[in-house]
Nanobody, 121 residues
Framework: QVQLAESGGGLVQAGGSLRLSCTAS????????MRWYRQAPGKQRELVAS???????NYADSVKGRFTISRDVAKNTVYLQMNSLKPEDTAVYYC???????????????WGQGTQVTVSS
């Protein structure tokens, strides 16, 4: 059973920083894309940053220059360093990963439970 566990959310003042972590656990044979999404109240879930395996990192325009996604392949962990936070960054942040579990022939999508990030003005 593969699971994603997130941590690092919280309350921060505008201009501050937070670092989110997401670790995949279980019998993992391979990990492809790892991404961060967010969903603000009353809005659709949106892609914040993506880190394809061996591919080009992408960011939403709204976070470019402020957020950095990184991966520790050995630990099956993806991070999101968030700097210069703004009130409009307030949302529940979700980790996503495309993972092929052991003994499985194809990868499937996995989601974390979400972690709340609140930025006060």
């Amino acid at each position: 059973q593969v699971q994603l566990a997130e941590s690092g959310g919280g309350l921060v003042q505008a201009g501050g920083s937070l670092r989110l972590s997401c670790t995949a656990s279980g019998s993992i044979a391979g990990t492809n894309d790892m991404r961060w999404y967010r969903q603000a109240p009353g809005k659709q879930r949106e892609l914040v940053a993506s880190s394809p395996s061996g591919g080009r990192i992408n960011y939403a325009d709204s976070v470019k220059g402020r957020f950095t996604i990184s991966r520790d392949v050995a630990k099956n962990t993806v991070y999101l360093q968030m700097n210069s936070l703004k009130p409009e960054d307030t949302a529940v942040y979700y980790c996503y990963a495309s993972i092929r579990a052991a003994l499985m022939s194809r990868a499937r999508d996995y989601w974390g439970q979400g972690t709340q990030v609140t930025v006060s003005s």
